[in-house]
Nanobody, 119 residues
Framework: QVLLVESGGGSVQPGASLTLSCAPR????????LGWYRQAPGLERELVAN???????NYADSVKGRFALSRDIAKNTVYLQMNSLKVEDTALYLC?????????????WGQGIQVTVSS
């Protein structure tokens, strides 16, 4: 497994923006898929957004138009820009990575970072 170092997150009011960062300790180019899940108390883990090798980016319906996944190759970092945050976006956000070799069977997870949206 590969260490994924997350940063960002915090507590904000509805309508605010946050950016999460995920820096793998291996080249981004060695991943088939990189992205973010989230898990709220009592709910199943949900895929928020990911980027698949070859270029396709996918978003959960609940975040389309509000969240954007991007990457900085030079910094070897993936970002999740979260805009127009809602109370229901409150969750533990986890970066994940599936390597080219092994894919989901060799998935790595970040430690998780809390995002809390409340008024």
């Amino acid at each position: 497994q590969v260490l994924l170092v997350e940063s960002g997150g915090g507590s904000v009011q509805p309508g605010a923006s946050l950016t999460l960062s995920c820096a793998p300790r291996a080249s981004i180019h060695t991943f088939y898929s990189l992205g973010w899940y989230r898990q709220a108390p009592g709910l199943e883990r949900e895929l928020v957004a990911n980027r698949i090798s070859g270029g396709s980016t996918n978003y959960a319906d609940s975040v389309k138009g509000r969240f954007a996944l991007s990457r900085d190759i030079a910094k070897n970092t993936v970002y999740l820009q979260m805009n127009s945050l809602k109370v229901e976006d409150t969750a533990l956000y986890l970066c994940y990575g599936d390597p080219l070799h092994g894919r989901e069977s060799r998935r790595s997870w970040g430690q998780g970072i809390q995002v809390t949206v409340s008024s």
